[in-house]
């Protein structure tokens, strides 16, 4: 981790400062993590993939360690952040995007205001509001419960073994218990995010490379995510991850980091 901080720069725009971590030379690959997440996220896969290209890997509004914000807190929020920072450091660049768990749901929107800048989408078990039975509502709702009667530890242990399995919260290292603990403040900001089934009808005009990734232990609740992006939009490839779960790329980072790569070296 601390050859990572090393690289960590600070980014402006928006009026705001995004720390981020950037890595190699190439083109550019930009990493969006998921709930309770930031940059730290990504410690597994940084190196590995700044070997082909430029990584750029930011923690998002309201994450560790950024300050707090007042400005609304939503995926389509997040994603104006990212567009604001590659159009003002990486001007008139082209970028492939992977984005995990809620991070896909950024990536998604990144691409609807970036169009034409994407060369391929990578979604790692997306995570998006549906609406439905599979809706993540009921789990924020309960999880931002425990944390106003200063119960912190159940809290965060019920939202990580939801979305991973059970006893994952147990097993975790002491470094991913820490960034989950920095960011349990975004859960209330996103408990009021919206509960409305997303509208991916833009997907159906979309001319970019689709490809999912997911860990063979993975929630049904992510294979209904994919279901409704593929009903708009057909993915070139849907990677499975062996002996992993949501949080695939922690789990069997080396499978991972090779399926990244293969989704993305048709457009090199």
Not at 165 to 188: E, I
């Amino acid at each position: 981790m601390k050859e990572l901080v090393g690289l960590q720069q600070a980014f402006n725009a928006r009026q705001y400062q995004y720390h981020a971590i950037v890595s190699g030379q190439g083109p550019l690959l930009l990493l969006i993590h998921g709930s309770l997440c930031d940059w730290r996220y990504w410690r597994w896969q940084i190196p590995e993939l700044s070997e082909h290209y430029t990584v750029i890997a930011p923690s998002l509004r309201n994450y560790w360690p950024n300050a707090p914000s007042n400005l609304g807190f939503s995926a389509h929020t997040h994603a104006q952040d990212l567009l604001s920072l590659l159009q003002q450091y990486y001007p008139n660049q082209c970028v492939h995007i992977l984005g995990h768990s809620r991070g896909a749901h950024v990536a998604l929107e990144l691409y609807r205001l970036y169009t034409t800048q994407v060369l391929s989408l990578v979604l790692a078990d997306p995570g998006l509001p549906t609406g439905s039975q599979y809706s993540s509502q009921p789990l924020l709702d309960q999880v931002v419960q425990r944390l106003q009667t200063n119960s912190q530890e159940e809290a965060l242990t019920l939202f990580i073994d939801t979305v991973n399995g059970s006893g994952t919260w147990r097993q975790m290292a002491r470094w991913f218990k820490q960034m989950v603990a920095d960011n349990a403040n975004t859960l209330p900001l996103q408990q009021q995010e919206g509960r409305a089934e997303v509208d991916l009808h833009f997907l159906r005009e979309a001319d970019v490379p689709l490809y999912f990734i997911t860990g063979e232990q993975s929630p049904t609740r992510y294979h209904y995510c994919m279901q409704l992006i593929a009903q708009q939009q057909t993915p070139l490839n849907k990677i499975v991850i062996e002996h992993a779960a949501h949080g695939m790329n922690l789990a069997n980072p080396k499978a991972f980091n090779q399926a990244v790569l293969d989704c993305l070296k048709e457009k090199g």
